[in-house]
């Protein structure tokens, strides 16, 4: 049902039909019980609008310092202050970044380091902690800061796109 949504939002009826003209559409009821309410038109945008890129400041500037903090006490002791990795730890930056998650949605980067970090006590983070320190990876890879937080939803966090710099 809810793949209809968008139809009936860009006048199609029922999920690719053209939606009936007030001149062949049938006579509705005008009893409250049978009315439709209107559709919000806010979620056929949203819909609409699908995946964005990191280009678009998906975290602030506050975020990524709180981030920051958490990676220095969490993450640096073995992927290096300057995020060039170490022996067994993997860089954060640069080429080497970009090789590993291009084109993946920064929820998987964020759910990877929640599930896997830190190496000697994989899953203590909590999902506020993993997002601020995605918003300081990215800052760090020379992503734009935004205006807002990134949300720590998955789903919306999926929504996001890691691309190559510009």
Known sequence: MTACVLPLFLGLAACGTPAPTPATAPAAATTPAATTPPV??????????????????????DQAGRGKKAYNSLCARCHGENFLGGEDSPALVDKDFLA?????????????????????GPGKLSRQQCTDITAYLLSANGFPAGQNDLGTDAATQNLILIEAKK
């Open 40 to 61: 919000a038109a806010a979620a056929p945008v949203a819909m609409a609008a699908g995946p964005h890129s990191v280009w678009a400041g998906v975290y602030s500037n």
């Open 100 to 120: 590993g998650w291009y084109g993946k949605p920064v929820g998987d980067l964020t759910e990877r380091t929640r599930r896997t970090m830190p190496a000697d």
